[in-house]
């Protein structure tokens, strides 16, 4: 039986949680009761203020508040003004980080995946336990390599090259 992820499992240093997400269950209850599931292929960690490529790298700002916020927040964002991201906020409450959902094996890509399960704004700032979008634990186990993140060309050099990119092997 698969068991939601809560609080807990969020507030943890946002490395530990981005690897720990691969191979989980993302579930989005659409308005008709349906349940949409896909499973975790790959994510990505963005670790505070002093990662160039994390969005709060220059402070909090309207756009980056929600990363502020107590582990488990959604932060969804519109990139080229086009595609939905979807970020799960971990670790402690006023330290921003947060954990890019990359891409699930039926959805290979952060827009698509989002495209999928209809995620727009509209969850920003939400509980990735409370509401209509929430992970899930199936018992599903897999071995998990780390990568460079990519689009990340605005952060500097070193941290485009940390291997905080976590995937499905």
Known sequence: MAKKLDFEF???PCLAVAKALVGKILVRKTPTGELLKLRIAETEAYCGEEDTACHAHKGRTK???VLYQSAGTIYVYLCYGMHWLLNVVTGEEEHPEAVLIRACVEAPGPGKLTKALSVTGEL??????GGELWIEDDGFSCEVVTDKRVGIAYADQEDQDKPWRFKMQ
Do not use: P
Request: proline share 0%; aromatic share 16%; hydrophobic share 15%.
């Open 10 to 12: 969020y507030q943890r």
């Open 63 to 65: 756009r980056t508040e």
């Open 124 to 129: 920003n700032r939400g509980c990735i336990w």
